[in-house]
């Protein structure tokens, strides 16, 4: 007997950080010691990770409140200074390469739609050796910030994907109100910046506690 089964979505756009690469941890001791440097009030671990998937400028406006908003390019700098020399202690959760890998194999789209800016993007792409792997990614700096729907739109648009064939994967309730907002299916992981309990409201198709877990989903329903 054939084992074959259509396939339900022909693009599957992944968030980046805490979904496909896990850096969810370094992220807010970056914005922690940036909020430092600038002798601001530093927010708690659960306020940073947050704002964690929106463009760096709205998310650092989010996690540190306080500052006077003419200083935030100088936050973004010092966030820019702290990740950018601790990056290369990052990578892709176990897994998430052979899990990439195999959608490509069974003819799927990949794409991502990430709050990074581009040159975060591609020196990630580059570190983790994944170039010709993705056919089409956002970022926060080149488009509107999640949850507006414009990243999965100009993905879609780009590749010729209608809604009902695309698929968001994300770790935070950002992700998912930019499916929604998009008229796109989401999948949430729950190891990432935001805590499960959140994402009922959005109704995503299947909550992965493990990248092993989305692996398995992602063969039996995409």
């Known amino acids: ?8 979505f022909d ?12 850096s969810t941890a370094l992220i807010v001791k970056c914005i922690q010691a940036a909020a430092a440097d600038l002798g601001t009030e ?12 929106m463009g760096l ?14 200083r935030y390019p100088e936050l973004g700098q010092r966030y820019r200074h702290h990740y950018f020399a601790r990056q290369h202690e990052l990578s892709l959760f176990d897994g998430a390469l052979e899990m990439l890998h195999a959608l490509k194999a069974r003819q799927h789209w990949l794409g991502v739609a990430t709050g990074k800016s581009r040159r975060g993007l591609d020196e990630a792409l580059r570190t983790v050796q994944l170039h010709g792997l993705f056919d089409a990614t956002r970022t926060a700096d080149e488009t509107a910030s999640k949850p507006h729907p414009r990243m999965l739109q100009e993905l879609m648009a780009e ?9 968001m994967i994300g770790d935070t309730t950002h992700d998912l109100q930019l499916a929604a907002n998009a008229g796109t299916a989401s999948v949430a992981v729950s190891f990432g910046a935001h805590e ?3 994402f009922e409201a959005f109704a995503p198709r299947f909550v992965a506690h493990s990248t092993a877990e989305l ?4 063969r039996a329903h995409a």
Do not use: C, K, N
Not at 1 to 8: A, K
């Open 1 to 8: 007997m054939s084992d074959f089964r259509p396939r339900q």
């Open 57 to 70: 400028q709205e998310a650092l406006q989010h996690a540190v409140p306080g500052l006077p908003r003419e």
């Open 11 to 22: 693009l599957v756009v992944f968030d980046w950080d805490g979904t496909l690469y896990d």
């Open 42 to 53: 530093v927010p708690g671990d659960t306020q940073a990770a947050y704002v964690i998937g």
């Open 159 to 167: 590749l010729g994907v209608a809604p009902a064939r695309t698929l």
């Open 196 to 198: 499960p309990e959140a």
């Open 215 to 218: 692996d398995g989903w992602l």
